[in-house]
């Protein structure tokens, strides 16, 4: 079981980039004023944050390493690890973190790979980040997570067009020996793997000219192979399944209760799965920030992002104990304990 | 469970329902406007009040709201 501890490792500051440019739904004229009203109120996503073409995930990433590194005073030569996940990648070959250990002018002694994960990611990076740092021999890590989602929906398709925000965030990890554990509860379920994915492109299907046709799948729904296709219900009731079981396992496993936490930080999926998460858990509106209507589902990066925009003014003045809890595409799954003692988070850059 | 608590419910969730409208006969899909988002407020409510988790293939299969109810039932014992 992917139930474990990790001692030794503090975050020490996350940063977020987002495109200047706004979209927002209201706006929306493929779908009826009466649906932009419900999908505004129920999904919850008001805004998005839309990239130009050519911006990359990865650029964002490396505006808002560094701001955090300058904030930081960090010596760009102690940074040992990066690891940047993301499903927005720059290139099919090579690894987008050799690019970024360059541009940022990381050490040639730096550890540099991506990890291919969408919705729970953070998590998932931050469990891995850790675990190679918990020795001691590595002192600094760059965790980055983001998307640019809004690169494979198709505007024709509103199940998936209205949700998505594009977002780059960094978060700065250091080895202390005295720092609380991390804890976390990781799982996979891939027979779900078709509930959220795109159809052509990667080795399986191959990019033909047949994978650029757009086609309607249901009502208000047209998109090509190339386009992220999402079931709605499916998910949902993923969600509705395995989170409330992988948090309460993951506290059991730490022996505490949800009372000792300050806040939830879910994956910004949708307001009405978050809400419904939120009340099976019996969980006060106060302890679940939300960063949904503004940015959009942010993909991995939303955990992140939600911290930077609803819970800094907490994490940069005190200390605080999270539990972040992240699902979706793979289907992959997970949720980390942490603690944070004022930690760095510079304004939100929009470039 | 009672119809009348589930019909409450159902109400309770979907601003366009008047009181009174919604009857175990009547077919949900007819009686407010049935998308894709209204169906996973149906099954979120389910899903808290009930604790039964409702699929595409059941919301599919069913047409009236009696049926949705009977699958509640059905799940819980």
């Known amino acids: 079981m992917a139930l474990f501890s990790l001692p030794g490792i503090k975050i020490s500051g996350i940063s977020a980039a987002v495109p200047k440019n706004k979209e927002s739904n209201a706006d929306y004229t493929w779908i009826s004023v009466k649906e932009r009203e419900s999908l505004m109120k129920n999904i919850g996503v008001e805004t998005r944050r839309v990239a130009a073409k ?190 409330v079981p992988n948090i309460k396992k993951l506290l059991t496993h730490t022996g505490e209760s949800l009372a000792e936490i300050d806040f939830v930080v879910f994956h910004q999926a949708n307001r009405l799965i978050n809400e419904t998460l939120r009340k099976m858990l019996k969980l006060e509106a106060e302890k679940v920030p939300y960063s949904i209507r503004e940015f959009g589902n942010t993909s991995g990066a939303s955990v992140p992002l939600t911290m930077i925009a609803a819970l800094r003014e907490p994490l940069v003045t005190g200390r605080k104990k999270l539990l972040l809890s992240a699902f979706g595409v793979g289907l992959s799954w997970g949720s980390a304990i942490v603690e944070t003692d004022r930690i760095c988070i510079p304004d939100l850059i929009e470039v | 469970m009672n119809m009348e608590e589930f019909i409450k419910n159902i109400e309770a969730e979907f601003d366009d329902l008047k009181p009174g409208v919604l009857k175990a006969d009547s077919n949900f899909r007819e009686s407010f406007e049935w998308n894709s988002i209204n169906a996973l407020i149906l099954i979120a409510m389910v899903k808290t009040e009930y604790d039964v988790t409702l699929s595409a293939d059941d919301l599919i299969k069913s047409k009236s709201v009696k049926d949705i109810y009977s699958l509640i039932v059905n799940r819980q014992s």
Not at chain 1, 215 to 238: P, Q, T
């Open chain 1, 54 to 243: 050519g911006t990359t995930t990865s650029d964002l990433c490396v505006i808002a390493a560094e701001k955090l590194m300058d904030e930081l005073n960090w010596d760009r030569f102690e940074v040992e690890l990066l690891i940047f996940v993301s499903q927005s990648r720059d290139y099919l070959v090579p690894t987008t973190a050799c690019i970024v250990q360059d541009r940022l002018g990381l050490p040639h002694s730096c550890v540099a790979m991506d990890i291919g994960l969408g919705c729970s990611g953070y998590v998932y990076g931050l469990s891995v980040i850790g675990s190679m740092m918990q020795q001691g021999a590595i002192k600094k890590a760059l965790l980055m997570v983001g998307d640019i989602s809004t690169l494979t929906t198709c505007y024709r398709d509103k199940s998936t067009y209205p949700l998505f925000g594009d977002v780059g965030t960094v978060t700065a990890l250091e080895f202390d020996a005295a720092a609380p554990k991390m804890h976390f509860n990781l799982q996979t379920d891939g027979s779900g793997y078709k509930a959220l994915m795109i159809k052509d492109g990667g080795a399986r299907n191959v990019m033909s000219r047949q994978s650029f046709d757009i086609k309607k799948v249901g009502k208000g729904i047209y998109r090509s192979r190339l386009h992220l296709e999402l079931d709605g219900i499916e998910v949902f009731n993923f969600t509705l399944r395995e989170v």
